[in-house]
């Protein structure tokens, strides 16, 4: 079945620092979303990519999408201490709806 | 709307018994996720249904496990009988599509406990 692997599992970094996480997936996907989890909440969608090399930013968030859309990274420039958390990638390959959501980055921004 | 809502929030109970979670969806919302998250496992997904009929369950652990969806606005997750090894936070998510945005909007989760 579809795996999606995310690296590394665990960053702390400097507030002021970047940050990058990387996701790569065992099949090409459809599409690959991401998702911000909170210290004890639930997973938020951050944002979805769909085309092949696709860059989208939000405010210090930059996304990348594979040129062979099997791979994708999330990059904070700047961190500040709101950005703890887990963040997760999570891809769905053809027609298939469900999400396999990778195993997570935890970042601790440390003041 | 008030996103998706998940009961109980928390639920400690002992081997053996059964355990119900419920979920009720954002309402226009066709397809329903049934999540479990460990620290061993990461999030992983147990159940889907699109328009209440269930379309994969291949990551229901074992057949201690059953979901239903009676109707669109309501489902459940039972475990019968419940097991230590379940204990876990079980996430409900529910997404809409007919456009191509297919984002999952999560409940805040049924933290389960069992002794």
């Known amino acids: 079945g579809q795996q999606v692997m995310q690296i590394p599992q665990y960053q702390h970094v400097q507030e002021g620092e970047d940050f990058t996480t990387y996701c790569n997936s065992s099949t090409t996907l459809s599409n690959i979303q991401w998702y911000k989890q909170r210290p004890g909440g639930h997973p938020v969608f951050l944002i979805q990519?769909?085309?092949?090399?696709e860059v989208k930013k939000q405010k210090r968030l930059t996304f990348q999408f594979g040129e062979a859309k099997k791979n994708s990274s999330l990059h904070i420039t700047a961190t500040q201490t709101t950005d703890v958390g887990t963040y997760f990638c999570?891809?769905?390959?053809?027609?298939?709806?469900?999400?396999?959501f990778g195993s997570g980055t935890q970042l601790t921004v440390l003041p | 709307d008030a996103g998706v809502i998940q009961s109980p929030r928390h639920e400690v109970t002992e081997m053996g018994q059964e355990v119900t979670l419920r979920c009720k969806p954002i309402s226009g919302h066709d397809y329903l996720f049934w999540y479990r998250q460990t620290m061993m496992r990461g999030l992983e997904l147990l159940i889907y249904?699109?328009?209440?009929?269930?379309?994969?369950d291949s990551g229901m652990p074992e057949d201690r496990f059953s979901a239903k969806m009676p109707n669109a606005s309501f489902s459940t997750l039972k475990i019968q009988p419940s097991e230590p090894r379940d204990s876990a936070v079980y996430f409900c998510?529910?997404?809409?599509?007919?456009?191509?945005?297919?984002?999952?909007?999560f409940g805040q989760g049924t933290r389960l406990t069992v002794v």
């Open positions: 990519l769909v085309k092949s090399g």
């Open positions: 249904f699109n328009n209440n009929v269930p379309i994969d």
């Open positions: 999570a891809g769905a390959s053809g027609s298939a709806r469900q999400l396999t």
């Open positions: 998510a529910s997404s809409f599509r007919p456009g191509k945005n297919t984002e999952a909007f």
